[in-house]
């Protein structure tokens, strides 16, 4: 029985868009996650915000690693917890949902408030979020965010009680399917 | 957020237009009691994308452009592929038409779920956004997801992956999906089915403002039926032209307000969009959507842009019904893709986004690299008219107060669900009154 068809008992998400700098960050640290042997964690990248609320709906735990805008020096790495047992989001908490170049209008505090009101919040929700330099057109993380992506995956590891793993013998695509075939 | 200027009077300014696809701007300027002018100011990044492509090789805009979109890849994978099969001189198999049609139909039902339930519903309902709406309307809610989930299953069925589907290439697909694969699906779709007449019931009990644009609608027309991934372009007034002369009627110019261009055809403002489907090709809907539509209040044509949600809602229940016929219908034809061979040459391709029409102009050298790039998405086409009924808008209500005008001018830029992350990049709203 391989991870994929495991039911996972915990959820690490990747959000951003490669394209727009540093908003590929959370791409590019569970892209380092996935090097990792982490059993029963479901390591994937994620585009659409939305897709959180079933990606995450029958776990106890879920970490979002995603670039925010809120001020800070660019690299910063910022950690909260805004699971079911935690105080509610403002609709613009991370300054990320307001004001980055996000390709979408529902961001990441609308998907854990609309999964709190359905009752469907993990417990524990940690939202990894690093400070973004840039989030212009182009593919490439800005050198500070790019120096803070094993820091930044060190915190996801933090949130799930883990330390540094052992690496995986062979590293999981985190951009596919889970549980498919990939066409040969 | 609202400031106050005293040098000017009160402005009022928000940080990012609420519930559209990424952001843009909009300033009103209002004297006596006079709208002066409304300008949507859309800081748009320097057509980065067909800059992109130039020198890449004409295999590789289906992945490159369905990156524009994260809502509406499909819209972009199938304009490309259209027109550089166009160049290179081939036409795929009808089952393969079929199955992009299939794909597609996923992407109008997530995209078209999100918009009509999570972003434009609670104007009507009164609430803020979708989540004030959850905690009074959770089965409304879970009924979005759901319907908006089986919109995205259905892109990965076929696409390989909910968003940028890997699956599509020029000239067809990597795999299709096996008969086992599609049939298994079906009870998603079903369910999808019941959700979707729901969802037109639902939003058939809104209050409309009355409001009726009289400017030209385009949208493609295919002998295919109900115009989604392929067809020619029709207008109200009109016209009719085949998609390769699409460049001798519509022209892009720079204005100066805002950084995105805005599209003319024959020099004269138009729309795109679901009214524009819908008025011109009602006849090509199915019986069962149309008389949705009919129940819903809908006549033939539709030209209130607050009633576009209900147009959307119908087209949720055409495209479910027409993914449930695909299947159903499928020919077990096993070749998922034919040869592309690059030729030297121009060619236009188009298809419907659930915004409205998408053009994509393509020039190649003999070796197949891209030479030139033209990407025409819906929003931008739309800019202008959507000025002129922000307009009309404005001056309806400007004896409002700044926060229900605010909110008046918001939801009518909503009613064109802007997918302003195809066009621009960041927004703010202001109401100068002096």
Request: proline share 7%; hydrophobic share 40%; aromatic share 6%.
């Amino acid at each position: 029985m391989s991870i994929a068809d495991a039911a996972p008992t915990a959820v690490v998400a990747g959000l951003g868009r490669p394209d727009r700098g540093d908003d590929g960050v959370g791409a590019e640290v569970v892209r380092l996650l996935s090097t990792q042997d982490l059993p029963g964690v479901s390591v994937q990248v994620l585009e659409d915000p939305t897709a959180l609320i079933d990606t995450w709906a029958a776990v106890p735990v879920a970490v979002v690693v995603d670039a925010v805008v809120s001020g800070r020096p660019p690299g910063t790495v910022i950690t909260r917890d805004v699971g079911a047992r935690a105080e509610p989001l403002s609709s613009r908490a991370w300054g990320a949902d307001a004001s980055r170049g996000s390709s979408h209008a529902l961001g990441v505090a609308t998907a854990v408030e609309l999964s709190r009101a359905l009752g469907r919040l993990p417990d524990r929700v940690v939202l990894v979020g690093v400070e973004a330099g840039s989030v212009d057109f182009g593919f490439g993380l800005t050198a500070p965010v790019a120096a803070a992506v094993p820091g930044a995956a060190a915190a996801v590891l933090a949130a799930l009680g883990l330390s540094h793993r052992p690496e995986r013998s062979e590293p999981v695509d985190p951009a596919a399917p889970a549980g498919r075939v990939e066409a040969g | 957020m609202t400031t106050t200027n005293p040098a000017t009077g009160q402005s009022l300014h928000v940080g990012m237009l609420a519930r559209v696809e990424g952001e843009g701007g909009m300033d009103i300027r209002i004297r006596d009691g006079v709208v002066e002018s409304v300008a949507l100011n859309i800081f748009e990044p320097p057509r980065f994308y067909e800059a992109f492509l130039r020198g890449r090789r004409w295999t590789e805009p289906p992945d490159i452009t369905a990156r524009i979109c994260g809502i509406c890849p499909v819209a972009y994978q199938s304009a490309a592929c259209a027109a550089l099969e166009s160049i290179c001189g081939v036409a795929v198999p009808d089952h393969v038409r079929l199955m992009r049609r299939l794909l597609y139909c996923g992407e109008w039902i997530e995209s078209h779920t999100l918009h009509v339930y999570l972003l434009h519903a609670p104007d009507f309902l009164g609430y803020d956004g979708a989540i004030e709406m959850a905690g009074d309307h959770p089965a409304v809610v879970e009924r979005a997801l759901r319907l908006k989930k089986a919109g995205n299953d259905l892109m990965a069925l076929v696409g390989g992956r909910a968003v940028h589907p890997v699956n599509v290439k020029v000239g067809g697909f990597y795999r299709l999906p096996t008969w086992e694969e599609m049939s298994a699906f079906r009870p998603t779709l079903q369910r999808a089915f019941e959700d979707a007449l729901e969802t037109v019931r639902l939003v058939a009990t809104f209050d409309f403002p009355d409001f009726e644009q009289d400017v030209d609608y385009l949208a493609l027309r295919s002998r295919h039926g109900y115009s989604i991934e392929s067809g020619d372009p029709v207008t109200t007034g009109g016209l009719s032209f085949p998609v390769a002369d699409f460049p001798r009627h519509i022209s892009e110019h720079h204005v100066a307000h805002s950084n995105a261009l805005h599209a003319l055809l024959d020099g004269k403002p138009y729309l795109v969009g679901p009214l524009a489907r819908y008025t011109l090709n009602f006849d090509q809907l199915s019986t069962t959507s149309q008389d949705a539509a009919r129940q819903a209040g809908l006549g033939p044509t539709c030209r209130n842009p607050y009633q576009s949600i209900v147009v959307r809602a119908v087209e949720i229940v055409y495209a479910v019904e027409e993914a449930l016929s695909i299947i159903d219908g499928w020919s077990g034809q096993p070749e998922a893709s034919v040869p592309v061979p690059p030729r030297a040459g121009e060619g236009m391709g188009a298809s419907e986004a659930p915004r409205g029409t998408i053009f994509h102009r393509y020039v190649l050298d003999d070796e197949g690299i891209i030479r030139d790039a033209q990407i025409v998405p819906p929003t931008s086409q739309n800019q202008p008219s959507v000025e002129r009924d922000l307009q009309r808008a404005a001056q309806a209500w400007v004896d409002m107060d700044d926060e229900a005008l605010t909110h008046r001018c918001e939801q009518t830029i909503r009613n064109y669900d802007p997918c302003i992350s195809c066009a621009t990049h960041f927004l703010d709203l202001r109401v100068d009154r002096s």
